[in-house]
């Protein structure tokens, strides 16, 4: 059943399902290259590189061709003829570097004196008509006899023959020096002719091949793997380094959220107590306070009216200000005392001269900011697990102060002690408190239990001081 035109994703549907797709295998090459350390990641980029190389040189990234190349070639028929090689001419060699036996001297006297004439094999001159054309042999030594007997005129005719002589030898190796320069740049010559015909003729030859010849090609089309693999790991390291700290601040204000998150909690929870102790008058206090009232009535009447008066008093100030005090976690330090007050005087009524009350704050202190119910809840320990277990009573203060900066407000009985009567507690109340306060300030609040003297317990609520006075004067501002 074809499928209608509607139904089809449209090009941009296809563009987003791509680059989801894209994005995802994104996130998962950058958290495993995250994952594993540098010495593996270098280890990986130089095998990467080295693949690369080793690839491009195979197929289907090179490969060879083989093509036929239509030559235009000369015909035969036109193409020069070269001459034939010439033979190297044998330079005449001068007759004093004949072979030896190759020149011969002719010595002969007479009355003109000594003549030695050289002689080659063939010549067609002969020592009879050499002796008859004075210096007619080029080449030849005459030495005339002296005119006189005189040893100068001897002397000098031999000095003559030697100068002779020596100039005949010095000829001689001036022709040999000839014919062997000669005889060198004739073979240069050879050479050289040799070489352009043999030029000559691979070039005859080449153009005589006019049939098409085969030629190979190498192409190699795998040349980019290499650039493409080093953009690759420059790629991968910049990834490795920006994607580590991505991760790493996503885990950061992960646990900051989990934090925040477990702290509201742990705040909502604290706060449900609290206004579930709010919401509710302790029912045995209530119950023995309206029995109270009752016996009362019949037998003391302006008692009874003035135990009635107190329990509205607690019940007025314990209720309305419930939603304030969930709001913003702290209220004023009088309205704590707005509620502690008839609470005490409740409780004197009943316990009689059992019960003695006083309460040590400062007019300048019932401004400052403390957290409700927590002086309600140490008054009802003190009086529950201290002062009523004792069977003549004792007396309970409290009192505030500010020191170092900070508010302590304390709760001091005269009562058994801590821990020591039957009716002691489980510590629940003091672990709420506690825990509230780190909520609230963290470590800058403490509660401190210690021994009163000569007996009972002293407990302490130390919170940073700020006074609620200064904010509202500060917003009316």
Same mark, same amino acid.
């Given at each position: 059943m074809p499928t209608s035109p509607a139904s089809s994703p449209t090009p941009y549907q296809r563009w987003q399902?791509?680059? $989801?797709?894209?994005?995802?295998?994104?996130?998962i090459y950058a958290g495993w290259l995250v994952s594993i350390s540098w010495k593996n990641f270098i280890i990986l980029a130089v095998a990467l590189i080295i693949g690369a190389n080793m690839v491009s040189n195979l197929p289907p990234f090179t490969w060879r061709i083989t093509e036929q190349v239509e030559d235009s070639s000369i015909p035969r028929s036109k193409l020069p003829r070269l001459p034939p090689a010439p033979k190297a001419e044998k330079p005449e060699k001068p007759e004093k570097a004949a072979k030896?036996?190759?020149?011969?001297?002719?010595?002969?006297?007479?009355?003109?004196?000594?003549?030695?004439?050289?002689?080659?094999?063939?010549?067609?001159?002969?020592?009879?008509?050499?002796?008859?054309?004075?210096?007619?042999?080029?080449g030849g030594v005459h030495i005339p006899f002296p005119a006189s007997t005189d040893r100068s005129d001897i002397r000098r005719a031999v000095e003559e023959a030697r100068a002779a002589l020596e100039k005949i030898a010095e000829n001689a190796r001036e022709a040999q020096e000839? $014919?062997?320069?000669?005889?060198?740049?004739?073979?240069?010559?050879?050479?050289?002719?040799?070489?352009?015909?043999?030029?000559?003729?691979?070039?005859?030859?080449?153009?005589?091949?006019?049939?098409?010849?085969?030629r190979v090609r190498v192409i190699?089309?795998?040349?980019?793997?290499?650039?493409?693999?080093?953009?690759?790991?420059?790629?991968?390291?910049?990834?490795?380094?920006?994607?580590?700290?991505?991760?790493?601040?996503?885990?950061?204000?992960a646990q900051a959220t989990e934090t925040a998150e477990a702290e509201s909690l742990k705040r909502q929870v604290i706060e449900a107590r609290m206004a579930a102790m709010q919401a509710q008058?302790?029912?045995?206090?209530?119950?023995?306070?309206l029995a109270s009232i009752d016996h009362l009535i019949e037998t003391d009447p302006p008692r009874a009216s003035q135990m009635q008066k107190n329990l509205i008093a607690l019940l007025r100030a314990s209720m309305p200000t419930m939603r304030e005090a969930n709001a913003s976690g702290v209220r004023d330090l009088g309205r704590e005392l707005a509620v502690i007050k008839p609470y005490l005087e409740i409780l004197q009524m009943r316990m009689e001269e059992r019960l003695?009350?006083?309460?040590?704050?400062?007019?300048?202190?019932?401004?400052?900011?403390?957290?409700?119910?927590?002086?309600?809840?140490?008054?009802?320990?003190?009086?529950?697990?201290?002062?009523?277990?004792?069977?003549?009573?004792?007396?309970?203060?409290?009192?505030?102060?500010?020191?170092?900066?900070?508010?302590?407000?304390?709760?001091?009985?005269?009562?058994?002690g801590f821990g020591r009567a039957a009716t002691a507690g489980t510590?629940?109340?003091?672990?709420?408190?506690?825990?509230?306060?780190?909520?609230?300030?963290?470590?800058?609040?403490?509660?401190?239990?210690?021994?009163?003297?000569?007996?009972?317990?002293?407990?302490?609520?130390?919170?940073?001081?700020?006074?609620r006075a200064d904010d509202q004067e500060g917003a009316s501002a």
């Open positions: 399902q791509f680059s $989801a797709l894209v994005l995802r295998w994104f996130h030896p036996g190759g020149v011969h001297y002719e010595i002969s006297i007479d009355e003109r004196g000594v003549r030695v004439l050289p002689r080659t094999p063939g010549s067609e001159k002969s020592s009879e008509g050499a002796a008859s054309e004075p210096g007619g042999e080029e000839r $014919a062997e320069q000669e005889t060198q740049e004739a073979q240069e010559a050879k050479q050289a002719a040799e070489e352009v015909r043999a030029e000559t003729e691979r070039l005859i030859e080449q153009a005589q091949s006019g049939g098409p010849h085969s190699h089309a795998g040349d980019f793997l290499v650039d493409l693999a080093a953009l690759w790991v420059l790629g991968s390291v910049l990834i490795k380094i920006t994607y580590k700290g991505r991760i790493q601040a996503e885990v950061k204000a008058v302790e029912p045995h206090f209530l119950f023995n306070t003695q009350t006083e309460i040590a704050v400062p007019e300048g202190l019932l401004s400052a900011e403390f957290p409700p119910m927590m002086i309600q809840s140490l008054v009802e320990n003190a009086i529950k697990h201290g002062l009523e277990p004792k069977a003549e009573g004792g007396s309970l203060l409290v009192k505030a102060e500010v020191t170092h900066g900070k508010l302590a407000v304390t709760v001091a009985d005269t009562g058994l510590g629940v109340g003091l672990a709420n408190i506690r825990e509230r306060l780190m909520i609230l300030y963290g470590s800058r609040a403490s509660v401190t239990v210690t021994e009163n003297q000569p007996s009972g317990t002293v407990v302490t609520i130390t919170v940073p001081y700020r006074s």
